[in-house]
């Protein structure tokens, strides 16, 4: 199923938790896996802590430190510091599903990772029921 993700800042994570969990609810899966995919080239899928929002802000602040927005990069959109920060935050993840939702750990929550935005984004999100 794919979902639109609508950014509004030029970089940002955007929990989708619920996003995933909607559509699990939706294909009525209790036991299987949930997988995420971002088919862009300059935004990404990561997991990480969803309780105090100034985490997300330091990963990115972080990694402006290392792929600096205006680096001196030969790419002609400009925009180099973005498909490095895609690639390495990962275009996929691989969920758990348990008792009709996500297992995810207490502190986490799944971020769509936008670097070169805003933008109107898309996200896949295909889940298998594997049963018990
Ligand atoms: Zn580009």
């Not at 996500?102 to 929550?109: D, R, S």
Request: hydrophobic letters at 35%.
């Amino acid at each position: 199923m794919e979902y639109g993700v609508k950014t509004t800042k030029t970089q940002e994570f955007i929990d989708i938790t619920n996003l995933i969990n909607e559509e699990i609810k939706r294909q009525n899966v209790q036991e299987g896996i949930a997988v995420v995919f971002v088919p862009h080239t300059t935004a990404a899928v990561t997991i990480n802590e969803n309780t105090d929002p100034d985490v997300t802000i330091d990963i990115i602040g972080a990694l402006n430190k290392v792929f600096l927005v205006e680096g001196d990069y030969r790419h002609y959109e400009g925009n180099s510091h973005a498909h490095i920060k895609a690639s390495l935050m990962g275009s996929s993840c691989t969920l758990i599903i348990e008792k009709g939702k996500l297992k995810l750990g207490t502190w986490q929550g799944v971020y769509f990772c936008e670097f070169d935005g805003p933008r109107n984004r898309k996200v896949y999100i295909k889940v298998m029921d594997t049963g018990k």
